[in-house]
């Protein structure tokens, strides 16, 4: 069975540092996306991304993250700036097809803490 | 928040029991998708209940939705040791705007099968 991969599945990074989790999506899934759980909250949507740029961005998203297709295979989340805050499970996603009516594959979580 | 919400937080039941989830939710949806979710690892997508449906089967998986109410049901029948696990709601709202379909989850329901 397909499955999206994500590198590392746990980073521990110091606040203030930069952190670049990775991301390979199933090869013919064109719809990628990332979310992140904090620890006993909900599953929060970051971002969607098609075609090169991004769809859709949640509030979360500011302007310390950003998003990258950099090879056609992968899918990276850069963090700019870490906090404290931002210590979470992130999750990438990928779909064949676009909108609403599709389920999403989702990669096994790239645990960030931040100290 | 348009997020859904599902009952009971904590589901505790004997192998070859049915278990019912619940999942509710406050806005107009598209569509509402269960996942699940072992311990430490990624989200799987389990099924999809499109919002002019109002009951889908897949193997030992039952989904209900009541769009008057709000809500759904997901069933799994004769559970298994092997189906203890965290199951999350996640709804995708009508005319959001968003072509991608960016999905609002639940805070999910820990559910633990004893054999």
């Known amino acids: 069975e397909p499955e999206v991969t994500q590198t590392p599945s746990h980073q521990v990074t110091q606040m203030g540092q930069e952190v670049i989790l990775r991301c390979v999506p199933i090869?013919?899934?064109?719809?990628f996306y990332w979310y992140r759980q904090i620890l006993g909250q909900k599953v929060e949507f970051l971002v969607s991304?098609?075609?090169?740029?991004?769809?859709?961005k949640s509030e979360i998203f500011d302007d310390q993250f950003s998003v990258e297709r950099p090879d056609g295979s992968n899918f990276t989340l850069k963090i700019r700036s870490t906090k404290l805050e931002d210590s979470a499970m992130y999750f990438c996603?990928?779909?064949?097809?676009?909108?609403?009516?599709?389920?999403?594959?989702f990669g096994s979580g790239t645990r960030l803490t931040v100290v | 928040s348009q997020q859904g919400e599902e009952d009971p937080q904590a589901l505790s039941i004997q192998e070859g029991e049915n278990a019912t989830m619940n999942c509710s939710y406050k806005t107009s949806i598209n569509n509402l998708q269960w996942y699940r979710q072992n311990s430490g690892r990624g989200l799987v997508h389990l099924i999809l209940?499109?919002?002019?449906?109002r009951e889908k089967h897949s193997g030992r998986l039952r989904v209900t939705l009541d769009t008057s109410k709000k809500s759904s049901s997901l069933l799994i029948t004769a559970s298994r040791a092997a189906d203890t696990a965290s199951y999350f709601c996640a709804t995708v709202l009508r005319d959001r705007g968003s072509t991608l379909g960016r999905l609002y989850f639940g805070r999910g329901t820990q559910l633990t099968v004893w054999p």
């Open positions: 996603a990928s779909s064949e097809y676009g909108g609403p009516n599709y389920g999403y594959t």
């Open positions: 209940i499109r919002s002019n449906e």
């Open positions: 991304f098609y075609n090169n740029e991004i769809s859709e």
């Open positions: 090869s013919n899934h064109l719809y």
